[in-house]
């Protein structure tokens, strides 16, 4: 297996992935996306940095949030893969309960399921460890602003993908 947000949002790379292995299973895991947005600009942030710089590009920012529209890639990776081979996550059901979606992985990609959470998922679990928590607040004026942006394609992806719970989402929960 190998895991990267990138693929998604490049044109090539799900062709290509149905291609090179027309078996094989994909995971798709969706998070909210404004949090979505929040974590890879605090990533962003973080790289700038380092590299000296203090500011980032507004082509960058409209990148990030080009990648919290889940709609088109979700839509374009179900009809290339096929919906039989793509399990849609959701982040925040898998920090809420990591032990059941972990079977539910297990038995997509025909595993036998395992009755108990290895020790490093036990382990983070009882850490406590939430990435979240450590990328900076959203100023309130973009995080509306950013909603009010990425409703259409959540309801979209919400139709597409009827297991997502939107709930779980507390920038789109009264969608």
């Known amino acids: 297996g190998e895991w990267t947000p990138g693929y998604m949002c490049d044109p090539w790379t799900v062709p290509l992935l149905a291609e090179a292995a027309p ?21 962003v942030l973080r790289q700038t940095r380092e590299r000296g710089y203090n500011a980032i590009s507004i082509v960058i920012a409209n990148h990030v949030i080009l990648h919290s529209m889940y709609h088109w890639q979700v839509k374009r990776a179900l009809e290339i893969l ?30 036998e399921p395992l009755p108990d959470a290895p020790r490093a998922l036990r382990r983070w679990v009882s850490s406590g ?37 939107l709930g779980l989402w507390p920038n789109f929960a009264s969608l």
Not at 24 to 39: F, G, N, Q
């Open 82 to 111: 096929g919906r039989d081979r793509v399990l849609v996550l959701q982040y925040e059901r898998c920090v809420d309960d990591p032990l059941e979606q972990m079977q539910r992985t297990q038995v997509f990609l025909g595993l």
């Open 129 to 165: 460890w939430n990435p979240s928590r450590e990328n900076p607040p959203l100023p309130a004026r973009l995080r509306s602003e950013l909603t009010s942006v990425l409703a259409d394609d959540v309801q979209q992806v919400a139709a597409l993908c009827p297991d997502l719970d």
């Open 23 to 43: 078996e094989a299973r994909y995971l798709i895991m969706l998070r909210d996306p404004v949090e979505r947005y929040r974590s890879d600009i605090a990533a």
